[in-house]
């Protein structure tokens, strides 16, 4: 297994879930990444100032991690090596079918994944449970059918 990082991984998830609690306790609303940037983009007023407080804290970390020397290289974004052109296409499309599915299994893999399944919600472990297998087999699919990453 490469790249296997238990002690920063650990530490990650912690701040993943504390994140997710504070948002719960202080402002009564899930952590779930799709409903807070649709909610940014359609929400009253109101409602408008945490959410995008919360947006900008996914992208400065982010920012912050590279900033400190954390290695972002290793994110392979095209495994099939397509042209410029083809790979926005695909980028696109596939954002088009996460969006999709979002809206259809009423919400995202944090929303679930990490929200959902604290809280005991069967739904969310069934669509915890289907993320992980799609993921699974996408793996499979590109490593060893396509002959990808």
Avoid: K
């Amino acid at each position: 297994m490469e790249n296997f990082t238990p002690i920063p991984s650990f530490i990650g998830g912690l701040l993943i879930g504390l994140s997710a609690v504070i948002l719960l306790l202080g402002q009564g609303r899930l952590a779930g990444i799709s409903g807070i940037l649709g909610g940014l983009l359609s929400a009253g007023s109101g409602d408008r100032p945490w959410r995008l407080l919360f947006f900008i804290g996914l992208i400065a970390g982010a920012a912050g991690y590279a900033m400190l020397g954390g290695d972002i290289s290793t994110v392979d974004i095209n495994p099939f090596r397509l042209s410029g052109n083809t790979q926005m296409t695909v980028l696109l499309l596939g954002g088009l079918l996460v969006g999709f599915g979002t809206q259809m299994g009423s919400g995202c893999t944090s929303g679930h994944g990490i929200c959902g399944l604290g809280r005991f919600s069967v739904r969310s472990l069934v669509a915890t449970g289907t993320f992980m297998a799609t993921a699974g087999l996408t793996v499979v699919l590109v490593r060893y059918v396509f002959g990808g990453a």
